[in-house]
């Protein structure tokens, strides 16, 4: 029993003196590991205010500007890791490093596939040009100015104020127009007046009425008029005129701005434009008239 007990302390005095020469052989290696940690914290750290800085000069909005700057830390940092792990000759703990990241990466991929896709859709959305915050644009059924683009949505404010919050992959998987990508935009008013009009006074009046009222309009030839379609109870026409705007709104203002002009010129030149007539009959009379 006591050469047993002996036996087994002395394995144990072994094993520990192998440790021991093991730590102490690998100790420059295991120096040269925590320096090249260390050094990957203090890049991680310059390197996430470099490309944090870098990428606000492209990307307006700061929360996705701090997720880049964010993943290029950590990039910086499991590189270190895995270069220290190579220095201490751990390479089947690095390949098991490999593998549990692989398998958790599928998992955590699949579990938050919908949130993952509006993040990187959020991400690219934002270094599109075309796309700013405070443009004006359509898309999935809806109009208005964009005030946010974040990881998870894009925010519209529309011309009644209301917000509306969608979330970026259907953003980017759905067609935008945007409207602030050019200065100009076109105007259609339709319009009818009665059939006693002189139909080329009317449209000479509207034209001049119109480069009257606008500034962009250089003259009465610019704006497009035609007659559509003899109506129920008017001759109507459509007219078309380019004006400097960026938003729907200001697109609305100006077609107010010219139906108040028309209509007082209409009224100023005894030019009719008459609303709808319908013609009621009773019930009663109707079967009296089919009686008698």
Known sequence: MESTITTAFNDLIDKLQGWLSAIIQNIPNLILAIIVMAA?????????????????????????????????????????????????????????????????????????????SNTFAGIVISFRKRIQIGNWVETNGYSGEVIDV???????????????????????????????????????????????????????????????????????????????????????????????AESMLEKLKSKTKAIIEIKKAYDKAGINIPFPIRTLQSITNLILTNLF
């Open 40 to 116: 990957a914290f203090f890049m991680a750290r310059y390197i996430r205010k470099f490309v944090l800085k870098l990428v606000k000069k492209r990307v307006p909005q700061e929360s996705v500007a701090n997720i880049i700057a964010k993943i290029s830390a950590v990039v910086i940092v499991v590189a270190g890791l895995f270069l220290a792990l190579g220095i201490l000759n751990l390479s089947k703990m690095l390949t098991s490093l490999l593998a549990g990241a692989g398998v958790a990466g599928l998992a955590i991929g699949l579990a938050l596939q919908g949130t993952l």
């Open 150 to 244: 974040n990881l998870k949505e894009f925010v519209l404010k529309e011309a009644d104020n209301n917000i509306v919050v969608i979330p970026n992959k259907m953003i980017l998987e759905n067609p935008l127009k945007n409207y602030s990508l050019t200065t100009r935009m076109r105007v259609f008013l339709e319009c009818g007046v009665g059939y006693e009009s002189d139909l080329e006074e009317v449209e000479k009046l509207t034209k001049e009425v119109i480069a009257k009222t606008f500034d962009q309009v250089e003259r009465p030839d610019d704006v497009e008029f035609y007659y559509t379609e003899f109506g129920d109870s008017s001759i109507n026409y459509l007219c078309r005129f380019w004006i400097d």
